[in-house]
């Protein structure tokens, strides 16, 4: 009878269990910033360098408002590289290079990167490139994916959370080169 009792209460359990991740993984996140990235392997770069360049401007930022990029290096045992530049912000309204260097550890697996958007404001990015240098070589580029910001496949290209009040697209106007710029627009509890 408990035996019965039990896997009849399993699939209520399953269903309920389904039920909440869907509506979870559906609900917007509630927060005051939101970031977009893109990650490289970097187990071939183990023990090297990395650079981080990109082209930042900002527009009508409220209090307390700025842009940030950001870089994270990963191994399997965690993170062994963060800087979100959070103490240089980006409050420039003239389009400006931003830069972050840092050592890719013997363990690395992953490095991830891109931009934040902190607060209430129009945030601008274009141009990003990724260099890497090993030991005895030069500084050699890698290939970013849309790192223009030219291609409409810029949501495949660069994740990002769906956080309530920040709207990500392209756009034409603020452009540093080419014909669009990453725009990140954010109206927070407006």
Known sequence: MKLQSKI???P???????ISNELIGQQEINQNWNAFAQSFDMTSYQGGQFRFKGFVKVKDLA??????LWARIDAADGTVFFDNMYQRPI???EWKEYII????AKNAIKLTLGGIGQGNGKYYFDNFTVEIKNEGSDWIKLPV???????????SD???????????SLTSENVLEGNSS?????????
């Open 8 to 10: 009849l209460k399993l």
């Open 12 to 18: 209520i359990l399953i269903i309920l269990t389904v």
């Open 63 to 68: 209090l307390n408002s700025h842009a940030q």
């Open 91 to 93: 409050v420039s309204t």
């Open 101 to 104: 260097e840092g050592p890719i």
């Open 145 to 155: 994916a849309n790192s223009g910001f030219e291609n409409q496949t810029f949501k």
């Open 158 to 168: 660069w994740k990002s959370y769906d956080v309530k009040g920040f709207m990500l």
């Open 182 to 190: 990453l725009f990140l627009n954010a109206e927070i509890n407006k």
